[in-house]
């Protein structure tokens, strides 16, 4: 017995697992690696809310933002443009596409890189304001869902939403037509 307690001592006692640890060198610890993920992930929405909390302060930061808004909608309305133009006058538009065949390759490159960055840091501000609805919507779950289980119950479907009870008047009440001016005056008429 001694034999067998010292060689399982050696490989998990001293409050060590020696396979364990070993294991951990090739193999992230999923529970350690889930506990991290859920830290970064709590500190990323708490770094969200706090930049994109305040609405813009001054009348520069409300023009410029106004400003940032226009680039897209005036190259999709300039392309609708080009295309309806091209039906409309097919010469001018010929004319206008033969002077952008003499633009050097270069001076695209320069374009399509000011359009890329500008774009795409659009695209990292829409990404951040999407995490914070989302993670202003998640803080209404719980009551959405409790309004959704009492809209539930007022179905007509479910079982005893009609039913007046004993109360009497209110079965006689259920029971009698309510006068329809619309459906009468069409009786009227026909």
Not at 9 to 29: L, P, Q, S, W
Not at 60 to 82: I, K, Q, V, Y
Not at 83 to 107: K, N, T
Request: net charge positive; charged share 20%.
């Amino acid at each position: 017995m001694g034999l067998i307690e010292r060689i399982l001592g050696m490989a998990f006692g001293n409050g060590r697992n020696v396979v364990r640890d070993t294991v951990e060198i090739f193999r992230e610890n999923t529970e350690a690696g889930a506990e991290r993920g859920a830290t970064v992930q709590r500190e990323a929405m708490g770094q969200y809310g706090a930049e994109f909390g305040r609405p813009a302060e001054g009348g520069f930061d409300r023009f410029m933002d106004g400003l940032n808004r226009l680039p897209r909608p005036a190259l999709a309305l300039g392309t609708l443009g080009l295309f309806v133009s091209a039906m409309v006058a097919p010469l001018w538009f010929a004319q206008r596409m033969q002077g952008i065949a003499l633009v050097p390759e270069p001076l695209w490159w320069l374009l399509g890189v000011i359009v890329s960055f500008y774009f795409g840091a659009r695209h990292q501000v829409k990404a951040q304001q999407f995490q914070r609805s989302i993670v202003d919507t998640a803080q209404h779950v719980p009551q959405v869902i409790e309004n959704m289980k009492e809209i539930g119950k007022l179905r007509a479907t479910s079982p005893g939403v009609a039913d007046p009870g004993p109360d009497v008047r209110l079965s006689a009440q259920a029971l009698r037509a309510e006068a329809n001016p619309a459906l009468e005056a069409w009786r009227a008429v026909r």
